[in-house]
């Protein structure tokens, strides 16, 4: 089950291709798909190297080695809660901050493979996200070593802190675990993201506002009075097709998370499923009605007329999709449709700060619909997590007698969560920005990250990649570029 | 399983979105693909609101609650035959009618969920039918409206009549159930529909030519005498992507079913699945075969040239599979290749009746797949449903001693399969056309169903939808129109 | 598992055919497309009537019918390997070469449908792998029969030969079904090919050579001078997104073949998966990144330029992918890294030498990725099967007391698996050169194979097809080439 959802995961590989190729103009259309392809590619060698090491490579001391479990296990139905019941010698204090086990998979019981894989697909869709920030200006060189530097680095210590039951933000830390440490739950209750809102999509979109950033906007996306112009993509059939592909791998992201936290074999594992799969799609629906009226209504306000935007409406349903990821195990259906929709009105403000107030050009909205509905999806999960539903998740809490962990201030819970959520919020925008700006700023001092105007104009294509996607049409060789589009 | 099959289904959208985005001129294709992904965000929500409760929502007694599963439960293995075998109290005569319970999923047990969320890619398929037919000049808003109406109200009573063990037409009905009615097993046999021919093709395909009907051809459609001009998609392998998707989506849809009718835990269950694979595979590649055929033989004998036409091909593949779509569970292989090869030239005759003589113009050709196809399959059903196989799907017959249950004429049995095929198909055509014709009629009264002249010419793209889905195409703005791009 | 796995083959069947479309100039779109849908389509007919038979009717007394399993059965976990340890009586020498049972699915017990419905889906990648090889030229006629040729005979004697326990080259031989033989595993360890390096790639890529050769390069492929002239596809959005389906349906090809040896009962065999999945996953990175780096240099040091080629970078996905499909479970990680990089330099080398030496045209380089790297990955089993893991696939060795099967030369092992590879890889491309090679000029002398120069020219949608397949484009009858098409 675990590895069909990371098939459907991997899938979403494909999906952004579509996506990002759809919303490109035609002179870029090879480049963008290109950098699809690669960010599996390479992704997949720097998860071998060290990013699985980094964010699960967590320690044991020789003399439990025999007795406990290590690793998560689906055979056996052994989980991460298992290995808290298991009885750990002491563990180091770095062991919080970050993994440091089974470089290059050496040693790796092959009893993880599955998680490894599984992982693996959400890494490379963590990095995959900022190939639509930087559409059609970006070198191809700066392509290769950045997604190295996040997939290597960035997106593991994050998913360790947050995923690893060493992590000191981590839900699934036990007394253990957390031996050496001042506390045993951050805020009393650990960072709640079921399916990855913080690591995989704060940590693309807020990767994706510093290099949107640096890099500057497209020739020609700001008027000289500064003020966006439009530059549709050249294939909208090819973006939603992106879209539906996206939704369908999004049922491996949501619902496979769920082995990655609980047994398989515990009573209540399908029914969290069923009800992950239903949050989904109610969470994408609602965030793609909710866009398409808002734009509606905006459109309407500002200019008078009434028009149903496709690409908005898509991008919305992503944006819903991105808000529900962190909440999808613990909220109600209902809470699902208001996460969704609300989801919706951050991607359309957000959007529109970016583009009208902050001046950055992001081709795919990448920003405001990962970074920013990731906030807010962390937020909802402080919100919303409902009491009887975050138990079943993440095992009764540590230490209590009833074993009811915390839940959202809305349910009637305390504001734990919500502080926890904060707190992941902030360390995440701190921690990747920390990074990724000097990084990206350096490759921008050696030349290394934009291509030159001309190069820009004549379309990546042509320059880097051999020729048009599309060579036949025209009939000038100069489609997509030579016309003004 | 179930869920995963649900995932396949929900594919489905994707290719209907792919399958009418190619069959269409350029000039609507955003906003045919708009309709797609609408038609599952309404649908979502219109299912969450009363789907679920008219077409599941069934009876119970407080005396039995304690003691009798309610639901499907995969976990424990609790199908709807379950249900059969424990004791109700009376149920009123308006549950063989419609469900009244749980609705917006309110006190659904969880255990549900899996089943709430494979119907409801179902519902959502039935209702996307009718945007092929449609296509290129139905307003935007009238689309929403009918799509709730679908879903909410005329789908879920069908479901409720064919797959609910409450329902008059069921196959799964028993003594408890059918307590107050004449009879149990309606002309003995109940409806043997495995997939959805009745409540999904023909519910779909029956509103499709009831909206045609009411909103007319195409400007241009038909000539000044009334002969048919051609009015090819503008992206051929957009519209065979569009297959390819649909017959994958398939294996979810077909398969998938088992688990709503069979306990995954009984012996037959994966012989079942696998023939119903089989059947499907096989149902599809006869039809797409005999179609071809058929129609390179018309064209052959009309205008005595050799064609062998692409696009008729891969209808023929989808009328195939819907033909096999009901009786895929209990028909032999060897039947299989019969039933997909008349639904071929069920599929083709239909079409050319469609167009020829009813003068009725429907894009995607969907009346004929969905409607035409849908009753060849139930029909067959009653012709070709093997003795052995049909009572491993439904369980032994109620009040018999050798369990079995009525099969297919041609297989020896007698004709009361044939007969409850019948009735079904009758009353789903009146039921849906004494539903929707009015609705569509009023809708057109009010001036909300068909857009206008103009706005036809110049496509829903550039009208409605803030520009075309392929921007740099042309630059002129009429993009696949035939005026230069 | 094994059916959802198959539904992921058989989605293949969509990637092929969105390469190839995307591969081929606009004129030819339709054409190919076609031919992907009835290659499932007659390979489902094919199979059906003589595949199934030849590759898997094996042989039982019927004194012993009563008390061993005859066929794998997924549901009590009975697999090939069982039939090996139930006591069979005598078997013909003829059942080593070709089975002989089942026709048209006669007498097949229901617990073989889920077997049956995955070879399906391989035996019909297979012979899809040649349409790429013939695209643009190739007589319509001529390729439904070379199809009815390759799924009903040729592919299932090769299969029959390494899968079946029975078969002469296979790793599953024991004893008993080796009975009257001079050997039981031939070499001492019979063909270790897990997905089908030999049946399905190399039988698909030899018979692709024949087809090119005998059908001679297309119309201007090649200068007066004999130097090949480009002749790109019509959308590269199109061929990456075939590459990108691909690659998700080979998570259903190798680690699904697992379920085909294996019992998804024993405690290894999610390990294996797993493995399995990893293995895939990092052959075709390897192999994707190794390529697009052998194709810059080589650019680079001939051209002067450095260009980053798409089209080949997504070939050299498929050159990894197939070199890892036949060791994919039983070689280490880091053996996956090089196995996949050498198939990337194997790819580009094998595409140079047809098109320069040998002055072969095939469109898609489907001789290259399929023959040349299908016989590196047998090689590459030869070198790299690591000890512990072979025999996790296979079971314990005949006759041996520690059960530790033949390992790779590297691997400290001896020369028997790359023995008995190399006689897989001459035997197979004896036997489909000399049956296929003959069957070509027989269809080209009585002028069935290859369309004339004015309809290669024209185009075969206008010509074949009805039109062509984006008909609105151009307004001036010359999509996609601007010459007349």
Redesign the interface.
Known sequence: FT??S???V??M??GF??LC??SV??KN???I??LN??D??????AW?LTGWAFAYGDPLTTADAANCPTEPD??NGVTWKDIQTCTYGETGPSQAFIGNRFF??SNLP??S??A??FQ?TFAATGATIISGAVAERCK?EAYMLYELMIVMFVYPVVAHWIWSPWGWLSALRNPVTAANQSYVLFAGSGVYDFAGDAAVHMVGGVASLAAAWVLGPRIGRFDAAGNPVDM???????T??G???L??GW??FN?GSATAIMSTTV?NF??V???V??NT??G???G??AT?FIAMAY?YFTLGV?????II??NG?LAGLVAITGPCAFVQ??AA?IIGAIGGFVYFVSSKVNLSLLKIDDPLDAIAVHMGCGIWGLLAGGAFAAPGMVSDVYGPMPGTVDGQRNYGFIMGGNGAVLGAACMAILMVLVWTLAIMTPFFIILKKVGLFRVSPEVEAQGLDVS????????????KGTN?TG???
């Open positions: 590895l069909q990371g098939y459907l991997f899938f590989q494909a291709a579509m190729a759809g103009r035609a259309a090879k480049n798909i290109l392809i690669l599996a590619c390479f992704g997949c060698c071998y689906e055979v290059a998979m092959r009893g493979y599955w490894w894989f693996f191809f549709p993509g050249h294939n909208a059939s090819l939603l097709l879209v539906f592909l939704w369908f049922y491996g619902p009573p399908s029914k499923v069923a009800a799969a239903i799609t109610v994408a629906a609602s793609c009605i398409l459109q009434v028009v149903w935007d496709l409406a898509g349903a259906t209902w449709f880097h990649h051999g020729g048009s996607a599309y060579p036949h049409e025209g009939g997509g016309k003004g589009d």
